[in-house]
């Protein structure tokens, strides 16, 4: 199986322009703070310190991301599911206009306007529920 990992980052110019522009800044002000301090070593790590989380902030700010493409060396195998058996010869049964519905009890005020009459698409029921299941139930079958 052949791998390939890189790195790579969701950027945009915007996002670049800033994250340079915000690192500059925070050296320029560190250099500053480190120069007024009297060029200390450990103020001088301090800042370093400070230069160096902003940088990390500045490139988790361009969205790295960690990408690995596994390549396998031969085909993948598919395969296709038939079912002949007489199950699927069963019709579903169908609603009858006159039986409430969970779409009737909730309507879809967002989808259609109030004020548009609201056109019945369903389909009608040719059986009953009891009609369908009869052969399913019959004590005598």
Known sequence: MNTVRSLTFLTSPTTVVVSVLVV??????????WRRGGYRRAHGLQELLRVGIVALVAVLFNQPEWVEE????????????WDQSDSMQTQDALRVASEPSHDDAVPNELAEPASAPRADSRPKAAVTREAAIAPLTDPAV
Do not use: C, G, H, N
């Open 70 to 81: 596994f390549r396998p060396d031969e085909q993948p195998t598919v395969a296709i599911l």
């Open 24 to 33: 500059l800044a925070t050296a320029a002000v560190s250099f500053w703070a």
